[in-house]
């Protein structure tokens, strides 16, 4: 009875300490699972959607970004690329009750809450894209409170709008070049071999 006394105890401890009210650790980077004492996600479609200001972006042009939905107390933000976990580019100066969280080596790589806090669809996320990326998500967990959180939130799609065609023109011209060197080398030796 003492037994299941002390576990039940050292369970609570274990869960106040995980539960973050000030914020998402950088443990959470990359999978973006809340430890909240063993309390699951809630199954998605969530009731948030991720609203950026624009479907396309340019390296270093500012992109705000909404979560709209109900009211919320906690969010892990990040953007990414692809299925790559990295959180990649730069957040601004994070909105009342939100903070910076460091992930991907980056300082600014991800925004988390300060505190649990009403956070709204007023609550503006800045971002500023990286040099080199194709696409982006925007890839949020958001919680309205510690037991009812959603992960895996995402935004649509958005793509780089700078020189885009140039560049693909320039990498089939790149790689018409390369097959034909290719083609080059491999008939000089097979002349080689036949002379020989
Ligand atoms: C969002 O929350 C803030 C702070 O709680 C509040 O002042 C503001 O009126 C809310 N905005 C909306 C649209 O609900
Ligand atoms: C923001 O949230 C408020 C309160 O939940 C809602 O009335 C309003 O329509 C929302 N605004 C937008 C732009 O979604």
């Given at each position: 009875m003492d037994?299941?006394?002390?576990?039940?105890?050292?369970?609570?401890?274990?869960?106040?300490?995980?539960?973050?009210?000030?914020?998402?650790?950088?443990?959470?980077?990359?999978?973006?699972?809340?430890?909240?004492?063993?309390?699951?996600?809630?199954?998605?479609?969530?009731?948030?959607?991720?609203?950026?200001?624009?479907?396309?972006?340019?390296?270093?042009?500012p992109i705000t970004v909404v979560i709209k939905g109900p009211d919320y107390s906690g969010v892990l933000l990040e953007a990414r690329s692809g299925s790559d976990s990295k959180a990649i580019g730069t957040w601004q100066t994070p909105p009342t009750n939100t903070k910076f969280l460091a992930c991907s080596g980056n300082q600014q790589g991800a925004i988390t809450h300060a505190n649990t806090n009403i956070k709204n669809n007023s609550t503006v996320y800045t971002w500023i894209p990286p040099a080199t990326a194709k696409n982006v998500v925007f890839k949020a967990t958001v919680a309205q409170q510690r037991t009812v959180f959603w992960v895996d939130v995402m935004s649509s799609t958005l793509t780089s709008s700078e020189g885009g065609t140039s560049l693909d023109v320039y990498s089939s011209a790149e790689r018409i070049v390369t097959s034909s060197l290719l083609l080059l080398v491999v008939l000089l030796v097979i002349v080689r071999y036949q002379v020989a």
């Open positions: 037994a299941v006394f002390f576990g039940v105890v050292i369970l609570q401890v274990l869960t106040s300490v995980l539960s973050f009210p000030s914020g998402a650790p950088t443990s959470a980077c990359v999978d973006m699972m809340p430890r909240h004492g063993g309390v699951q996600p809630k199954p998605n479609p969530a009731p948030y959607t991720i609203y950026p200001s624009s479907t396309t972006f340019q390296t270093g042009k």
